[in-house]
């Protein structure tokens, strides 16, 4: 046998429509890294194994109909524009289908925010009180301020925590007497 031959996978015709249904109704699919996973989570009418995701996602992306991102055993892919044209001939849908990719989300009605005499907004909210206070004085002793200007930092080389302290001394795997070190008590 020539290792140079590919090997094609038969994917049953129900399996690739619900695949392809998916992928151009949201405009996005994940896919697991995991090719002995029965079931892809997402295809909720038609049982499809999530090998058989992969590898069609994976032939999409090799004629340039969706791009593919991998991070951390998951494959993220998306339609491109020639994508959504092929997705919409092989499902015979019209033109005015869109993918949700593409949809505008409609946003919740806001309402206008005043401003007071000064010109600033009247409603900060969270986020904005802290900016309202005015400037802090930082020679005070107060919460959350910056130190005096008599603090004096120390820098502790025996015991304690933190620090750089040489070689072999902290960290993980830090050994009793065998190891080098003191037995501890």
């Given at each position: 046998r020539?290792?140079?031959t590919?090997?094609r996978?038969?994917?049953?015709k129900?399996n ?10 949201e405009?996005v ?8 996973l029965?079931?892809h989570p997402?295809?909720t009418?038609?049982?499809?194994p ?6 069609l ?20 892919y998306s ?13 015979h ?8 990719t593409l ?6 009605q ?7 005499e000064?010109?600033?907004r009247?409603?900060?909210g ?5 900016r ?8 005070d002793k ?8 008599d603090?004096?930092?120390r ?8 620090g ?7 960290g993980?795997?830090?050994g ?10």
């Amino acid at each position: 046998r020539n290792n140079t031959t590919k090997t094609r996978m038969l994917v049953p015709k129900k399996n690739r429509k619900a695949v392809y249904q998916f992928l151009f109704q949201e405009g996005v699919m994940v896919a697991k890294q995991d090719y002995a996973l029965e079931k892809h989570p997402d295809i909720t009418e038609t049982p499809v194994p999530n090998l058989q995701v992969v590898k069609l996602l994976q032939s999409l992306c090799s004629r340039g109909y969706v791009t593919k991102q991998f991070s951390w055993r998951y494959y993220y892919y998306s339609l491109t524009n020639e994508g959504i044209e092929y997705l919409r001939e092989y499902l015979h849908l019209p033109a005015d289908v869109v993918p949700n990719t593409l949809k505008k989300a409609s946003r919740p009605q806001r309402l206008p925010v005043g401003r007071d005499e000064r010109g600033d907004r009247r409603d900060r909210g969270e986020r904005g009180e802290y900016r309202s206070r005015g400037p802090r004085n930082f020679d005070d002793k107060k919460e959350g301020g910056a130190p005096g200007g008599d603090y004096q930092p120390r820098f502790n080389r025996e015991g304690g925590r933190g620090g750089f302290s040489g070689r072999g001394r902290g960290g993980f795997g830090r050994g009793g007497a065998a190891a080098g070190g003191q037995p501890r008590e």
